[in-house]
């Protein structure tokens, strides 16, 4: 047998047993489509869902790709993603010619397109949206027997789907707040560089919750330092609600924390001299229009536990000052580095509902972490691998901190 088809049976055959092991429907398109990205050697992937409450506009809920593309969308026979999901056909183009539609993907969302398979999933009548596969990663073309897997996939992802599952309504961002683009940043030792971050593009949206997940060394710490305003990026552009701050000097960075940015770090980093409600007035002291501490800690749940020194707190305690600390700011942005690794299952739930109330008032929170539990909670996830963005998921079941478990 030609090794093509063999490889093409073995891709379909891995795609449908992750597709038959996923219970929900997001389960089965991210993982059907990793494994087939995987074993088509793709470089880019996304997934794009039809918005019944917005005319059927094909919006992305899960893509692997190195840029940010939640804000992009598409017109139901416009274009070829709108074309296929309006005809419920797949368009082929394993290597773009001149003759070829000029669907202007040729410069999708900064990727430079040179080979493309779009087809269409449904299950049973519902017509669900659109999967679509961009470049190989070697820059050759796709096959057609890579085509024929991309199709069978999405064929036996609408298959798995229970017939009674709804399609529940996405996450709609807010406005953009924070801008970053083709963002690196490089460590020198000696003659040595040490390259952390390898363009990044993304966008912030007012009142999300965003987790930045990955393996330690990945870049996630290095990138929210920069988005606080605690780092320079070697290169790129990083704004904030339209102002450049990629080369800005210690004093407008200082600004810009003292008067946007609150911190949530994984050590708690309170003055052992000083009670909670001190410690809370101390950062009153240094921003215009503080919170009351008092207030503050109510909002934390601890009420009544002002004059209480971090030497009589629990661990989860002191994290909830923090907390309190980083509220008295009124800030627009909330940074969290890992700030339930070192505390235990009970008290990480704790703090985390203390943080989901925060981020339901309408704080944008930013959180670095390595445990994908968290990410149940999140409005996207964005899965850093070598210092650039990988995966991208906008998350439409969102779960409450009581219901994670690890």
């Keep these: 047998m030609d090794p093509s088809v063999v490889k093409a049976y073995r891709a379909l055959h891995e795609a449908q047993n992750a597709i038959s092991r996923a219970q929900t429907l997001d389960e089965a398109l991210q993982e ?56 419920q056909r797949a368009e082929r183009y394993l290597t ?15 990727i430079d397109v040179t080979a493309m398979i779009c087809v269409p999933f449904s299950a ?49 961002p807010g406005r953009t707040i924070i801008e970053v683009r083709d963002v690196t ?4 030792n000696g003659d040595t560089v040490t390259k ?43 704004k904030y609600m339209g102002q450049e ?11 810009y924390r003292r008067d946007n940015v609150g911190f949530i770090f994984q050590s708690y980093n309170l003055m052992p001299n000083l009670n909670a409600q001190q410690n809370l007035e101390l950062i009153a002291s240094l921003v215009p229009n503080p919170m009351d501490a008092v207030e503050a800690l109510r909002i934390v749940n601890l009420a009544g536990r002002e004059h209480n020194y971090p030497s009589m707190m629990s661990g989860g305690q002191q994290q909830r000052v923090s907390i309190a600390r980083a509220l008295m700011k009124r800030p627009s942005i909330i940074m969290a580095d ?40 999140a409005d996207r ?5 070598n210092g650039r963005m990988d995966e991208v998921t906008v998350n439409r079941r969102k779960a409450h901190a009581t219901d994670l478990v690890w």
């Design 196 to 238: 952390v971050l390898k363009g990044v593009n993304l966008d912030v949206y007012e009142g999300e919750f965003l987790v930045l997940l990955g393996e330690s060394g990945c870049g996630k710490s290095t990138l929210l330092n920069i988005l606080g305003g605690m780092d320079h990026p070697t290169s790129g552009s990083f």
């Design 96 to 110: 773009f010619t001149e003759g070829d539609d000029p669907w202007t993907v040729r410069d999708f969302a900064g």
């Design 124 to 172: 049973g009548e519902r017509e669900l949206g659109c999967i679509q596969f961009i470049n190989k990663a070697d820059g050759s073309a796709f096959t057609a027997e890579e085509a024929d897997v991309c199709e069978m996939m999405a064929l036996l992802a609408g298959m798995a789907l229970d017939d009674n599952e709804n399609l529940l309504p996405m996450w709609k």
């Design 185 to 188: 940043r490089e460590f020198q």
């Design 381 to 385: 996830v964005v899965r850093m691998r």
């Design 338 to 377: 890992e700030p339930t690794a070192a505390l235990d299952y009970t008290t990480s739930i704790e703090v985390l509902s203390v943080m989901e109330r925060i981020i339901a008032e309408g704080t944008t929170m930013i959180m670095v972490t390595h445990n994908e539990e968290i990410c149940r909670m």
């Design 32 to 87: 059907g489509l990793k494994t087939i990205i995987g074993n088509c050697a793709a470089e880019s992937g996304v997934i794009w869902y039809a918005d019944g409450q917005a005319g059927n506009a094909l919006r992305p809920f899960f893509w692997v790709c190195s840029t940010d593309l939640t804000s992009c969308s598409h017109v139901p026979g416009e274009g070829s993603v709108g074309r296929v999901f309006q005809s």
């Design 245 to 255: 701050f990629a080369n800005a000097d210690q004093k407008t960075l200082t600004e």
